[in-house]
């Protein structure tokens, strides 16, 4: 069974920096066909993508963020890493990782996800 | 890139089917038939429930069926059951391995 659980500070000052970590378990965050992913919904929005992370081909990042967002991979550990810069309030929201499906240049979706935490942006 | 347009709201009454529409535009849903949709229950993560625009994964009932045509992605939930109700997003892929979402859509069973 794949599981993704997201850790990290639930309340961050303004303008400090969001560090979130996501362990995966189940699976080898290598495997292949994959990639792993950072989403957040604000309450009462929709979600959105923050962005994502191969094993090998490095990130790629929600053009609206780009500028203040880092996502790592740590293999020997099986965790992801997502830092958010220059918060401000309007960061606030709950912060999912999820694993995302691709084949032949295929996006088939973001198959599991973690329960998600939520982040406070106050000072 | 804007958000999806999905209505706010859709109800029915049990065994009732029902439709919700997801609009995009020709960068995003019209070009890729990469829709995804996903089901989520107060205080637990979304589920994928179709993707591929119409393609179930594993172990999803068949009462959840979806299509596309041009720019608009839909989602149909037919016998509808009291489990049904929860949030339900859209999400197409936009090129450039980005994702956008729609901004929900809550199922009430009447």
């Known amino acids: 069974q794949v599981q993704l659980q997201e850790s990290g500070p639930g309340l961050v000052k303004p303008p400090q920096t969001l560090s979130l970590t996501c362990t995966v378990s189940g699976d080898s965050i290598s495997s292949g066909n994959h990639y792993w992913s950072w989403i957040r919904q604000p309450a009462g929005k929709g979600p959105e993508y923050i962005g994502r992370?191969?094993?090998?081909?490095?990130?790629i990042y929600n053009p609206s963020l780009k500028s203040r967002v880092r996502m790592s991979i740590d293999t020997p550990n099986n965790q992801f890493s997502l830092r958010l810069s220059s918060l401000t309030a309007v960061d606030t929201a709950v912060y999912y990782c999820a694993r995302g499906v691709h084949t032949y240049g295929r996006d088939l979706g973001l198959d599991y996800w973690g329960q998600g935490t939520l982040v406070t942006v106050s000072s | 890139q804007s958000a999806l347009t999905q209505p706010a709201s859709v109800s029915g009454s049990p065994g009732q089917s029902i439709t919700i529409s997801c609009t995009g535009t020709s960068r995003d849903v019209g070009s890729y038939n990469l829709v995804s949709w996903y089901q989520r229950h107060p205080g637990k993560p979304p589920k994928l429930i179709i993707y591929?625009?119409?393609r179930r994964p594993s172990g999803v009932s068949r009462r959840f069926s979806g299509s596309k045509t041009g720019n608009t992605a839909s989602l149909t939930i037919s016998g509808l059951q009291i489990e049904d109700e929860a949030d339900y997003y859209c999400?197409?892929?936009?090129?450039?391995?980005?994702?956008?979402f729609g901004g929900g859509t809550e199922v009430t069973v009447l």
């Open positions: 999400c197409s892929y936009a090129g450039g391995d980005i994702l956008i």
């Open positions: 992370i191969y094993v090998s081909g490095g990130p």
């Open positions: 591929e625009a119409n």
